[in-house]
């Protein structure tokens, strides 16, 4: 099969579009015939991107863990997808992905795909959507009435997280650039700060839930909006010990996983129309390379997508 593949650590400079064998189908896996699969620009810099989950390096290795396409065959164990089935879902991160003519994903990590959208659309859903429906509604526990706050509510999690949040009925409150206000006001935001002309915490106070997909000091200064017993859900890096409680807080830093039921609740969110996917970009899987390079670059809201065969 053709795969875009790492030669080792780095940039997009080490990927290459080339002939590679077709992946090991283990227990519990799917072979996918891969119609799309969204990129983040950041796993360049993750250590499951060069190896396995027992800390033994995977190079070269594949990249791209959000995939949709259709299943060609399953291991003898999985008994509840058939070939021809059009999925989508989340590919384990210290294996390899989806940039690829073929990926072998386990099959819990697969939902049906919605069916009101193509497969460069689904593509660019589960890690975000995951994201943003764990912090939202497994960690946070956000219900209606609730306020939170969205750092980053034009990036890829936080335009899922702002539609998720005001599908929930609650009050939404997003930061992003004076550029994408009106854009995060369109998914739902009930305000959009502009993080660079305003300090958020100089006009916030008593909010139930902030989720921080920025880190640094915008979540250092985030922790005085809430109110106490409030919730901070952050996704870029552990907090340190005792630091949340000082606030009379909780605080959260979780990594997203594949999960089917939230996937199948996600699909028909899409299909009623109450939940988007944002794109950026769709390319070739040839052009791999300059996708990332893209990534890195642009700031337009949404996700890149490498479309690997026609739909
Ligand atoms: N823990 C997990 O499981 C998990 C899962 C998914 C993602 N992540 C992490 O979460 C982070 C966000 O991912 P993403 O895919 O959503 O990123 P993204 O698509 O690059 O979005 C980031 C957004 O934040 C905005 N932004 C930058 N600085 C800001 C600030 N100081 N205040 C408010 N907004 C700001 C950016 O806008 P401008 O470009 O206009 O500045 C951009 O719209 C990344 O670090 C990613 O690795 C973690």
Same mark, same amino acid.
């Given at each position: @099969?053709?795969?875009?593949? %790492?030669?080792? /650590?780095? =940039?997009? *400079?080490?990927?290459?579009?080339? !002939?590679? +064998?077709?992946?090991?189908?283990?227990?519990?896996?799917?072979?996918?015939?891969?119609?799309?699969?969204?990129?983040?620009?950041?796993?360049?810099?993750?250590?499951?991107?060069?190896?396995?989950?027992?800390?033994?390096?995977?190079?070269?290795?594949?990249?791209?863990?959000?995939?949709?396409?259709?299943?060609?065959? @399953?291991?003898?164990?999985? %008994?509840?997808? /058939?070939? =021809?089935? *059009?999925?989508?879902?989340?590919? !384990?991160? +210290?294996?390899?992905?989806?940039?690829?003519?073929?990926?072998?994903?386990?099959?819990?990590?697969?939902?049906?795909?919605?069916?009101?959208?193509?497969?460069?659309?689904?593509?660019?859903?589960?890690?975000?959507?995951?994201?943003?429906?764990?912090?939202?509604?497994?960690?946070?526990?956000?219900?209606?009435?609730?306020?939170?706050?969205?750092?980053?509510?034009?990036?890829?999690?936080?335009?899922?997280?702002?539609?998720?949040?005001?599908?929930?009925?609650?009050?939404?409150?997003?930061?992003?650039?004076?550029?994408?206000?009106?854009?995060?006001?369109?998914?739902?935001?009930?305000?959009?700060?502009?993080?660079?002309?305003?300090?958020?915490?100089?006009?916030?106070?008593?909010?139930?839930?902030?989720?921080?997909?920025?880190?640094?000091?915008?979540?250092?200064?985030?922790?005085?909006?809430?109110?106490?017993?409030?919730?901070?859900?952050?996704?870029?890096?552990?907090?340190?010990?005792?630091?949340?409680?000082?606030?009379?807080?909780?605080?959260?830093?979780?990594?997203?996983?594949?999960?089917?039921?939230?996937?199948?609740?996600?699909?028909?969110?899409?299909?009623?129309?109450?939940?988007?996917?944002?794109?950026?970009?769709?390319?070739?899987?040839?052009?791999?390379?300059?996708?990332?390079?893209?990534?890195?670059?642009?700031?337009?809201?949404?996700?890149?997508?490498?479309?690997?065969?026609?739909?």
């Amino acid at each position: @099969m053709k795969a875009i593949r %790492t030669h080792g /650590r780095g =940039g997009p *400079e080490q990927l290459f579009f080339e !002939d590679a +064998p077709l992946p090991e189908v283990r227990r519990g896996d799917v072979l996918l015939q891969v119609r799309a699969t969204g990129i983040t620009p950041t796993e360049l810099t993750w250590d499951e991107t060069y190896q396995n989950a027992d800390g033994a390096p995977r190079i070269p290795s594949i990249p791209g863990h959000e995939v949709s396409g259709v299943v060609e065959r @399953m291991a003898p164990d999985v %008994t509840d997808l /058939r070939p =021809g089935d *059009e999925v989508y879902g989340l590919a !384990d991160f +210290p294996r390899d992905g989806a940039a690829a003519e073929f990926a072998a994903v386990r099959a819990a990590n697969l939902a049906l795909k919605p069916r009101s959208i193509a497969h460069v659309q689904a593509a660019a859903l589960p890690l975000s959507a995951l994201t943003a429906w764990q912090a939202l509604f497994e960690h946070a526990h956000l219900v209606a009435g609730q306020s939170v706050l969205i750092h980053g509510g034009a990036g890829g999690v936080g335009s899922l997280a702002v539609q998720l949040a005001r599908w929930r009925r609650a009050r939404v409150i997003a930061t992003a650039s004076g550029r994408d206000t009106a854009f995060v006001r369109s998914l739902g935001a009930d305000d959009v700060i502009d993080y660079h002309a305003t300090r958020f915490e100089e006009a916030l106070r008593d909010v139930d839930v902030v989720l921080d997909t920025i880190g640094g000091e915008t979540r250092e200064r985030s922790w005085r909006v809430l109110r106490k017993g409030g919730a901070l859900i952050t996704l870029v890096s552990p907090i340190p010990a005792g630091v949340a409680e000082q606030h009379g807080v909780r605080g959260i830093f979780f990594i997203v996983r594949g999960d089917r039921g939230q996937l199948d609740q996600i699909s028909a969110l899409v299909d009623e129309e109450k939940l988007k996917p944002v794109i950026a970009e769709v390319l070739p899987l040839a052009r791999a390379r300059e996708a990332f390079e893209l990534g890195a670059e642009i700031h337009s809201p949404g996700k890149i997508v490498l479309q690997a065969r026609a739909a």
